[in-house]
């Protein structure tokens, strides 16, 4: 049935719940790099985690569909909800490869850059999602992490290239070395469409704020 009002913060209560998310899959992020010998672990607990956010995300879809109005344009409900949940598949799938890929302990330090700016960003959209629900309260507030978000992203695109050049400067690459830069590569890669999913959401806050002027 359509209902013609939402109920009282339904969707702003399903965005801090996929934030939460987020700040856990960083949290996990964290512990596989530091410690590899969990890596089977936090890979199994990212999968139920990355599940659980997909449910969060067909309620929130379910609401949309559901409510005639809706506290923010509908199409910025479903876009935010579709960064919120990327950020989390590529944690998922960055941990996922380290796994799989059997990726040799320790693992290179330049993975520690990544998750730092990761658990920089998901605290800034935990915050952020909080505040959309009073944008005129908290406009600087949003302003300001919209910048910071953006920032990260920069900082990313720096630790990428850095990354990236590093396996590239390899020289008299063995068959076994070139499989390994193969490998890490894709894992860079992916932390680094994570790190632009949070960017991502910066812009969406962004948007709302114009639209809620």
């Known amino acids: 049935m359509i209902s013609l009002f939402p109920k009282d913060g339904v969707f702003y209560q399903l965005f801090e719940k996929q934030a939460e998310k987020i ?4 949290r996990l992020l964290s512990v596989a790099v530091k410690d590899p010998q969990k890596i089977k672990e936090v890979a199994a607990k990212l999968k139920a985690l990355e599940q659980s956010a997909d449910e969060i995300g067909h309620e929130l879809i379910e609401n949309l569909r559901r409510n ?9 409900i479903d876009l935010l909800r579709q960064n919120l949940d ?9 941990v996922n490869r380290i796994s799989i890929y059997h990726i040799a302990s320790p693992l290179p330090g330049e993975m520690e850059n990544y998750v730092r700016i990761i658990i920089a960003a998901a605290r800034e959209i935990r915050d952020g999602v909080r505040e959309i629900k009073n944008v005129k309260k908290f406009r600087e ?7 910071r978000l953006n920032d990260l992203e920069n900082q990313g695109d720096e630790i990428n290239r850095r990354a990236l050049g590093g396996l590239m400067a390899v020289k ?3 068959c076994g070395k ?3 830069i193969i490998k ?3 894992i860079y890669e992916t932390l680094e469409n994570a790190i632009d999913c ?16």
């Open 68 to 76: 005639f109005i809706t506290p923010l344009d509908g199409e910025d």
């Open 86 to 94: 990327d950020i989390i598949d590529f944690v998922e799938r960055a």
């Open 198 to 213: 949070c960017e991502n959401v910066g812009n969406m806050f962004e948007s709302i704020l114009i639209k809620n002027q």
């Open 178 to 180: 070139l499989i390994e």
């Open 23 to 26: 700040g856990e899959a960083a």
């Open 184 to 186: 890490l590569k894709e």
């Open 172 to 174: 008299d690459v063995s």
């Open 141 to 147: 507030s949003l302003h300001h992490r919209c910048r």
